[in-house]
């Protein structure tokens, strides 16, 4: 079965960075682009980060309002996609859910919490 | 950026009953839309992809249309654990784009 297992969550301050994870499993991960949509608390769903595979580079594409702060990665290797936040606002606040397959499969999600 | 207008934010409805829910999209996307139920504390779940397709063991009850600008979401015979809320996304270009989100209650 796929599995999307996210982590690295927590409590940040702004301005600060933070590096979230996600372990895929049960699917040829280096097949798939990667995806990362978040969820402010009680709100609705905001994509954030796509990421494709080898034969297409590696293209990485990027919410408006997460560009130039954020950064996904991957490691087939490892089968991991990754989350670098920097430059860290309020607004990032969210619950980020790692997914797969054209949004097909997503993890259960890891709380990010910005603030002073 | 294309926005997605979905509507309406939220709905009631009694079980049996028939709900559409709709996405108007700032500029044409083709059929490049997808269709997600949330139910509470729970990761989302794709429903329709490409306008029209059902995922593999959604229930027939529900049904994509739309092509171009205008897209539904029809449930039929609504079922109680049809309560969540929906979101329609296009990926047709970057970035891609959520709808605002419709909550479906119980009368």
């Known amino acids: 079965a796929v599995q999307l297992v996210e982590s690295g969550g927590g409590l940040v301050q702004p301005k600060e960075s933070l590096k979230i994870s996600c372990a895929a499993s049960g699917f040829t991960f280096s097949n798939a682009a990667m995806y990362w949509v978040r969820q402010a608390p009680g709100k609705g769903l905001e994509w954030v980060a796509r990421i494709r595979t080898k034969p297409n580079n590696y293209a990485t594409y990027y919410a408006d309002s997460v560009k130039g702060r954020f950064t996904i990665s991957r490691d087939d290797s490892k089968s991991m996609v990754y989350l670098q936040m920097d430059n860290l606002k309020t607004e990032d606040t969210a619950m980020y859910y790692c997914t797969a397959a054209l949004l097909n499969y997503w993890g259960q999600g890891v709380m990010v919490t910005v603030s002073s | 950026d294309t926005v997605m207008t979905q509507s309406p934010a939220s709905m009631s409805t009694s079980v049996g009953e028939r709900v559409t829910v709709n996405c108007k999209a700032s500029q044409s996307v083709g059929t490049v839309v997808a269709w997600f139920q949330q139910k509470p504390g729970q990761s989302p779940k794709r429903l329709i992809y490409?306008?029209?397709n059902r995922h593999t063991g959604v229930p027939d009850r529900f049904t994509g249309s739309g092509f171009g600008r205008d897209f539904t979401l029809t449930i039929s015979n609504v079922e109680a654990e049809d309560l969540a809320v929906y979101y329609c996304?296009?990926?047709?270009?970057?970035?891609?784009?959520f709808g605002g989100g419709t909550k479906l209650e119980l009368k």
């Open positions: 996304l296009q990926y047709d270009s970057i970035p891609w784009t």
């Open positions: 490409l306008a029209t």
